[in-house]
């Protein structure tokens, strides 16, 4: 018989004390214990064989020859660039994102597309969330039609590994890790000890018999996968599944993948019949119907490999009451800041008792600094009441002297203006002076942001 112990393990940094505490010495998390039933490592080997990998003697590395990494295409090409061009057998890939995201539509339409494309294998889709007629509605919405795709209702992960080991699939997907348990075990599912076992008996199965598995994580409120970091440390591939949920684009962004980089993205439309490829992004998050309205402004970012082309819009309004308000979406409060004291500094504007708001169209967030030059457009036209000309695309670091920064992959994002037959892009005049005339479209440079007053009201 194993011998049991009582710990108490932080849920947020696995650290393990014998007492409960109300804070954790190691992450400082508050109220972050939990009392787990853990059960000595000689004993639990012994008590179930583990298949761990390898097990064989070292090898030297030049004895060692390399089979080349065979991959599966699923399909769904949004996915498929995120992950680097297909997914590898014998991986484990883990997907977080918030509730009600789409983790689960996005799962069901990938393996639909893989059960149809490998007909002669099966497809085993866990589901310990939802009862099995919720996954085939689902399934049949997103036009999942085939007979080798199973469903199983179950949170036990010894009854799931009898039914892997009965059907054989070749592509697996576990919704979701915080909900399967071992009996091995005795703490609650969802638990730091649950999800180390679970993870790590997948993975050993996965990996021995060349299985493609999904595994679906819950984030926490602070916004990643809940558990601990272990989870992502044991799995080959993490990718986050984001976008505002009530907006309807969703972004698939890789964190680690050990078989490809993570600078891709995958952008989706859900829609009724499940969620949509969006192919040809770059102009996806414009809004043509104001073209004449003020208080916007257009800029570029750089998604993975793409450029996408997105608007910043800004609300600049009279406080009578006290200081004013600065609220933002999708954009760093802290830049604003920045951008509204180099507007009141070398603009001469007093913004003090202004309520501002800004916000990016289509739910983006602008992590870099690119867009500085549209926030300041934006927040120029609307305190002038002035449109600004909606041809002209604004891309540049402001500094706190005020001055012009050139930021990197210019010439990506003129080359797709100019094939999108955008009029002009203001921008430093370093990037002016090095691509004007390389490309169809009038580049401006600036060495200062007071010269963006031209723009304005034209
Ligand atoms: N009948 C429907 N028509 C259109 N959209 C739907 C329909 N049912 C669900 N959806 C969309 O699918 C989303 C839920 O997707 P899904 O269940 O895949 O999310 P999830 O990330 O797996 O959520 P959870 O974390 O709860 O498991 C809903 O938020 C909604 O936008
Ligand atoms: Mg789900």
């Not at 007979?147 to 209702?153: A, G, L, M, Q």
């Not at 210019?410 to 203006?417: C, G, L, P, Q, V």
Request: aromatic share 8%; proline share 2%; net charge neutral.
């Amino acid at each position: 018989m194993a011998k049991k112990t009582s710990t108490f393990i932080c849920q947020s940094c696995s650290y393990q004390t014998s007492k409960w505490m109300g804070k954790c010495p190691e992450c400082g998390s508050w109220n972050s214990f939990t009392e787990e039933t853990t059960v000595a490592a000689k004993d639990l080997n012994r008590a179930h064989k583990r298949t761990a990998l390898g097990g064989e003697a070292p090898k030297l590395i030049n004895e060692i020859v390399l089979e080349k990494q065979f991959r599966v295409v699923t399909g769904m090409g949004e996915f498929d660039r995120v992950v680097g061009g297909g997914v590898v057998p014998g991986s484990l890939i883990l997907i977080g994102g918030e509730p009600g995201i789409g983790k689960s539509t996005l799962l069901t339409a990938i393996m639909g597309r893989l059960s149809q494309s490998h007909a002669g294998q099966t497809v085993l889709y866990v589901s310990g969330e939802e009862s099995v007629n919720q996954v085939a509605e689902r399934s049949k919405r997103v036009g999942v039609n085939a007979d080798n795709f199973y469903i199983y209702n179950e949170t036990n992960w010894q009854k799931i590994l009898e039914q892997i080991n009965k059907l054989q699939p070749r592509f697996l997907v576990i919704d979701s890790i915080q909900t399967t348990s071992s009996s091995e075990i005795d703490s609650a599912p969802g638990t730091v000890s649950q999800i180390r076992e679970v993870t790590y008996e997948l993975m050993n199965h996965v990996k021995a018999n060349g299985i493609t598995c999904f595994v679906i994580g819950h984030i926490t409120k602070e916004g990643s996968i809940a558990g601990p970091k272990i989870l992502e440390h044991m799995v080959d591939t993490v990718i986050y599944f984001e976008g505002d949920q009530f907006g309807h684009y969703r972004i698939l962004r890789a964190m680690k993948n050990r078989f490809g980089n993570t600078n891709e993205v995958g952008i989706f439309e859900m829609k009724e019949s499940g969620l949509d490829e969006v192919k040809n992004p770059s102009q996806y998050f414009l809004d043509d119907q104001l073209k004449e309205s003020f208080g916007r402004s257009l800029t570029c970012i750089i998604e993975g490999s793409r450029s996408l082309f997105v608007e910043v819009q800004a609300l600049v309004v009279d406080n009578k009451f006290g200081n004013g308000r600065r609220t933002t979406h999708g954009i760093d409060n802290n830049r604003l800041s920045m951008m509204v004291a180099v507007i009141e500094k070398y603009f001469g504007l007093p913004l003090g008792f202004n309520d501002i708001y800004l916000n990016v169209v289509g739910g983006m967030k602008l992590t870099t600094r690119e867009s500085d030059l549209s926030i300041i457009a934006s927040l120029l036209s609307s305190y002038r009441s002035k449109p600004i000309d909606s041809s002209t695309i604004f891309v540049g670091e402001v500094g706190l002297t005020g001055e012009v920064r050139s930021i990197p992959q210019m010439e990506m994002r003129i080359k797709e203006m100019a094939q999108l037959n955008y009029k002009r892009v203001v921008t430093s005049e370093k990037t002016a002076r090095e691509l004007k005339g390389k490309y169809d479209i009038e580049i401006i440079g600036l060495r200062q942001a007071r010269d963006l007053d031209q723009f304005i009201g034209k």
